[in-house]
Every structure is written in C-alpha cells, then in structure tokens.
C-alpha cells in the first residue's frame, strides 16, 4: 500500500529518523520544519496522510491541524500528532482541533506503522467517495452539505463483561448518546445485524471471548463493516500487541486503560461525526445514481457516468502522480448468443456477465457498461501488473461456469476478450488512455479471444466483430 506522508517537526534529527523509517517502508515522504511551510506542502501536494509535531516555535501542531481540518479540500486527510506530551487535556485538546491520533516520542516502529496502514485506508475509501460525489455533482443531481459539528443521540454497542467498567462507560456516554451494552460477542453480533449502531466500543479484554476475534467478525459483516470500531486496551505487552493486530484488522481507534472520561467523549465525538460524514457521501451518491447513469438491464454505470469519472479521476491521479489502470472487455461471439437463443438469454448473459465483474473487481474500481456487449472496469492506483491480474481473474470467472437460464434447461457457455492500458502521467486523456485499451481489446479479440492483452502489445488495425 503506497502512499504520500508529509512529517512534520522542527528538530531535524526528528525529521530524517521517521524519514528513513516510512521510506524503508516504500512510502513517499515529504517534509517540513514548521507550521507555516507544513500548511504550504498540504495545499501544494495534498500528502495522504500528515505527521505532525505539537511542539514547534511560531504555529504549533495544534494550530496547524486546526487549519488542515478547517479547510474543506483538505480535511479529509488523516493527521497524526506526534509528541511527549502525556498528559489527557493535551491529548484532548489534540482531538477536539481534529487530530485522528496521537504517537508518543520515541515512536514505536510497530504502532506507527500499524497506525499509517490504517488510516490509509480510511482516506482511500473517503476519497473514493468523495470523487463519487463530485461526479455525482458534475450531473446536477447531488447536493453538498457540512457534516455536522456535534453529533448528539449516537446509537453506541458497548461490549464489555467487566461490571465496573461497563458502569463507567455507560455513566461517561449516556447524557449524550443512545447506549447499548453487550456482555458476550453473540449479543454483540446480534446488536451490530440490527442496523441500528452508530459506533461500537470493544474490550480486548473480555473474559470469555476474544475481543479482537469479534471485530474481525464485525468487519466481516455486511450490516457492520462500515460501522466505526473503537477498541478499549491494558496498557501491557501483550495488549499493545494486540492493538496493532486490531488496527490492521481495521479498527478505527483505540483508547488505553485506565480511560480518561473526557478522552473517551473527544474520541467518540470524533468517529460519530465521521460516521455522520461517511453517511451522508453514501446516501447522497445512492440518491443521485438514478437511471441517467446506470445501465437499467446490468445495474452497472453507462459510459456517460463512466467518461465523467473517469475525467475526474485522472485529474486527481495527475496531482498525486498516481496511476489510472483502464480493463476493456468485450463478450466474445455475443451475436451468436441472441441469433441461436434469442435476445432474452443474450440478456441473461449480459446480467450473469455483470454479476461476475462485481465479484472480481474492488470497492474502489467502477465498473461500466458502455454499449452492447462492451464493458470497462477503471482501477484507481493500480499498476499495470494489478490490473492484468485482475483481468485474467475476470478472464477465468467468465470462461470457469456456463450461464444458466432461468426456468430452462439450458446452459449457455460464454468467454471474454480483455485488454488492458495505464495511465502515462499528466499529458495523457481520458480519450487516449480508452483508446489504448481498444486497441489491445482488438489485438486480444483478433489473436484468437479468451485471452488478455495488455497495451504493451502493438493492436492489429480493429476489424469487424
């Protein structure tokens, strides 16, 4: 998982140590030495994730990540505060200016790089919503409103089987939020399928049950995965062990034991209101994929969506000097199909065709219909050996099973030809990178079909299909 971090601090030591660290690590680094210049870099760069020391002459960390988070371009990106500071009003005061987290100096190489995946892949799929809904609103049909400051009345699952530390939390929390509490991860599973949770609290300490094994099973679900996770720890080796598992499994936060009351509060006014932000992107981009850009047979978006994403799309690549990966894919002898059974079963291949490339393809790809047999599948951040891996496993998924027709004895055996093609950097278009993709579909489709092509290889002139 790559990805751009700016560090912030002004003792230089600081700066070149983590430097060294997350480049080991493959991650693109960036630096600065105080506030003001930090606050340049993320308006110039846009880094995916921002660590930022609280104690610097002239701005502090704390000002500094006000005004990241102040800023409506740019408050979506993670920023991790790093500092000695150990005492809770600063780390509250860190979380109520907007801070996502905080590592203590000298920093854990295991934390911190536990920390960074996490909230990487918390701002790849915020962003990938956010680009959902700014195509949403090149159409007309999406409107922008702020994410409340405050979220009163949250629906909180508390799982936690200690007695006095359930008291405690339900004390801490009740005044302002709906709280529910479970004592056994069957409960907790029956609680989170209801629907009804805004954010669930988790010891890892539980008596009976293995607390990280439960927010695995709650990721896992579909009425939870989107639901934030905040995990409570010992302050022990073996429990700091486990938050790092925890947080790779996708947990949200965390907070160590014994539990400032305040922290808890900033903490869980914090995931709520993300909670309440995330919401809404996906309610307003569900609203507003009406029948203008999807496809009414397939369910999959038509190629006027798919052109105005992908616009969007290479233009945010090119400032993040990021890569476009573009599959087009043609259902080989599709005439055949309707001439011999009728365009009912071809319709029948075309829903069967788009189920399979829901299956194979990922949260953050879209997948189109753009005519016909024709479809596209765009992969954000992929390099071209992602995407032909990807292709072959739609090759296979197509090519492994017949089509069966409902209430008919019939199965109908279909194949697929697909070509692949990249982005080259800021001067290359969208017409451009689709061309290449035709042009290796062709060289696929004229090589023999089933197969996948790449643009890496010289396209024969189209011929008719």
Known sequence: MTARILVV?????NVK???AKLSREYYDVLTAMNGQDALEIVEREVPDIVLLDVMMPGMDGFEVCERIKAN???MHIPVVMVTALSDTSDRVRGLEAGAD??????VNDIALFARVRSLIRLKIMMDELRLREATSNSFGVSENEEAAEEIVGGRILVVEDREIYARNINQALQD???VNMATTSDDAIVAARSGNVDLIIVSLSL???DGLRLCSHLRSMDESRQIPILILVDDTPDQMERLVRGLDLGVNDYLIRPVDLNELLARTRTQLRRKSYEDRLRANYHLSMSLAVTDPLTGLYNRRYLESHLENLLQRSAVENKTVGLLAMDIDHFKAVNDTHGHAAGDEVLKEFSTRIKRCVRFIDLAARTGGEEFVVIMPDSSLD??????ERLREAIEEAAVKM???DLEISVTVSIGVSISRGADDSMASLMKRGDEALYAAKNTGRNKVVSEEVEAPIATAM
């Open 101 to 106: 987290d905080f590592l203590t100096k000298p």
């Open 72 to 74: 409506p371009n740019l």
């Open 17 to 19: 140590l983590l430097e």
């Open 207 to 209: 008596q009976d049950a």
């Open 406 to 408: 409902p209430d008919q």
């Open 386 to 391: 992602t995407c032909l891996g990807v292709a």
């Open 176 to 178: 302002r939020h709906e």
């Open 9 to 13: 601090d002004d003792v230089l030591p």
